[in-house]
């Protein structure tokens, strides 16, 4: 997400960083650094300046002083609405963040929300709900819950599976999308990494290509466990680690990718003893497949005790 749109609040450092966003586009670099860091001096608090900022001498080949203005962006808005966190991040040799900032995930699908469906299905061929349609081939669901519904993609493939259908997700205008295709009869608007288990029940919950934005599962895993019907199924993408990659990987597409060793492990722990991992293309990026994993899981240990575990686990 870029820097341009969100004003200093000062017109003219707002028009020594159109000049310096100049610069760059023509190629000086150095120029634009020196004019922004200037500019900056008066409005030391702009996060989206020192975003920018940050990417610009990424370009130039400082990875120090990029990761130094990313901080400089993260301090001055906490929230971390433009991903600075994460841009920081991918410049260490051992990136640590565990989640996408919430504020960042909802402006980036608010401001994606219009266009989401073409550019996702017709010009990146996205396959994540028709791969988990066909991994569930054949079976019919009381009441379902669609995690991440988006603008209800999934939500259109399993409609015709399930008595009730009902969607969470964080960002209004994706929600907005969803209504507006009729298919849902419940849609609420939830962070899912603060989700708490409630009295609902659920005989199916999806997450088609979400927890690439959570990064570690353990907690929305438990959720998912508590929130299971007896005899439930868990069936969810997830974006493919590569080998000699960590079990929980941030790429530069600030998307996370998972091993499969990682993902048996946080299953088992949630309670899960039946688990499937079929490996497919979920989608193409410049061109390029991403290798992904299917998953459906199912057979909870300890079926009567599940609320309690699951609570546990998704609130810890």
């Not at 023509?26 to 989206?48: F, H, M, N, S, Y």
């Not at 550019?119 to 079976?139: F, I, K, N």
């Not at 907005?176 to 708490?196: S, T, V």
């Amino acid at each position: 997400m870029a820097a341009r749109g969100f004003s200093s609040g000062d017109l003219i450092v707002d028009r020594r960083f159109d000049f310096a966003e100049g610069l760059a586009l023509g190629g000086d670099l150095t120029a634009a650094i020196e004019v922004l860091g200037d500019a900056l001096d008066q409005v030391p608090g702009w996060a989206a300046g020192w975003y920018r900022l940050g990417e610009w001498h990424a370009a130039a080949g400082d990875p120090d002083r990029a990761a130094a203005a990313w901080d400089r962006a993260l301090a001055a808005d906490p929230q971390d609405l433009l991903g600075a966190g994460l841009k920081r991040d991918l410049m260490r040799a051992a990136p640590v963040a565990e989640a996408m900032p919430a504020a960042f995930v909802e402006a980036l699908f608010d401001d994606y929300a219009p266009r989401f469906d073409l550019s996702l299905v017709e010009r990146l061929d996205y396959r994540a709900p028709e791969l988990l349609r066909q991994a569930l081939a054949g079976r019919r669901f009381g009441r379902a819950m669609d995690l991440g519904c988006g603008t209800g993609l999934a939500g259109e493939a399993f409609r015709d599976r399930c008595d009730r259908l009902e969607g969470v997700d964080l960002s209004a205008g994706m929600l907005a999308q969803a209504e507006a295709k009729g298919i849902y009869d419940r849609l609420e608007k939830h962070d899912l990494a603060a989700l708490e288990i409630g009295a609902a029940r659920y005989d199916l919950i999806l997450a088609a290509d979400v927890f690439v934005y959570l990064g570690a599962l353990e907690r929305i895993l438990g959720w998912c466990a508590g929130s299971l019907a007896p005899g439930g199924v868990l069936a969810f993408t997830v974006e493919a680690a590569a080998a000699g990659e960590a079990p929980l990987t941030l790429r530069e597409s600030r998307r996370f990718a998972h091993a499969p060793a990682y993902l048996h492990a946080v299953l088992a722990a949630a309670g899960f003893r039946s688990v499937r991992l079929g490996r497919a293309v979920l989608r193409t990026d410049r061109g390029a497949g991403i290798e992904g994993f299917v998953v459906t899981a199912s057979d909870l240990a300890q079926a009567a005790d599940r609320q309690g575990d699951g609570e546990g686990m998704a609130l810890a």
